[in-house]
């Protein structure tokens, strides 16, 4: 499997990136839009953290800035209705912290501008990820010491302390914020 490829920018076009390694091998990686923006211009190295799509009639490689983001990625390739070129869709549509933060508070909206991703799609992205992003979020949480939030339906203080978290306030600063 690749796992990350380091080299030169050589080309950078509407959602690819074509990468030279020392070896002599062009790679060319399906990337978001936040990545193709982030990507330093031709000329300049790089490292990007890969995916490999193996389909029946194509290996396709896609190259992300960040693991975080890879990681995303990957639990939204495997939403059922989630292909891979959704996927970077939604990953472009909007910075991965606020990509967390409609996951969990359920904003289908937000969601939804995602070029391709209607409202039921957007529903069925926010109810099979939530917990799995709150879980992580939690586990995070619990090794640095903050307290974890705990989101029920309809909370509008345990959501808003969930978003609070996401965008990487501590556990002090969440407590202040719910206060007032």
């Known amino acids: 499997m690749i796992a990350l490829i380091e080299g030169t920018v050589v080309e950078k076009s509407e959602g690819e990136a074509i990468v030279m390694t020392a070896g002599g091998v062009g790679y060319r990686l399906m990337c978001s839009m936040n990545t193709l923006s982030s990507l330093p211009a031709a000329g300049d190295k790089c490292r990007l953290y890969t995916h490999l799509n193996v389909r029946e009639d194509a290996m396709e490689l896609y190259g992300f800035l960040q693991t975080e983001e890879r990681e995303m990625f990957r639990r939204l390739i495997a939403i059922s209705g989630i292909g891979a070129r959704s996927a970077l869709q939604i990953l472009g549509s909007m910075p991965l ?5 409609a996951i969990l508070t359920g904003d289908v909206a937000a969601l939804s501008r995602a070029p391709g991703i209607g ?7 926010s109810l099979e990820l939530k917990d799995k992003l709150a879980k ?13 939030p705990v989101v029920l339906p309809g909370d509008k203080g345990g959501e808003a302390a ?4 996401v965008l990487g306030y501590g556990s002090q600063e969440i407590a202040a914020a719910l206060k007032g």
Do not use: E, P, V, W
């Open 97 to 101: 912290s606020n990509l967390r933060l």
């Open 162 to 165: 969930a978003a609070l978290a």
């Open 136 to 148: 992580d979020q939690s586990s995070f949480s619990a090794q640095s010491g903050g307290a974890i």
């Open 119 to 125: 409202k039921k799609t957007a529903q069925r992205i």
